[in-house]
């Protein structure tokens, strides 16, 4: 049976702001597919992020972060963004502070 998924606003916003409609559309593609089997197609964050997953989209460019709810069979996509180890526009890093403050 398959999962559900719900995208956060802040994902979907974040996902509205690619300008490129086929990375946009790469990007969704990789989404849907989290509906069959999302504990193994990521992998699980540490630290702060524990209890989240990541996967890669778009050429090992772009992580979606979510969250598996196994027994409501459910996704929820928290975050869409660009790797940019060391930044602070840095997926992981935006993820990390809106975790600290709660927001997430």
Partial sequence: MAYQIRITPTALEALEAIANRRTRSTIVRRIDALAEEPGKLGK???????????IRAVGQRYRVVYRVEAEERLVLVYLVGIRREGDKKDIYSLAQRLVQRGLI
Avoid: T
């Avoid at 699980?44 to 990541?54: D, E, H, K, Q, V």
């Fill in 44 to 54: 699980p964050l540490r630290g702060w992020l524990a209890g989240f997953m990541s």
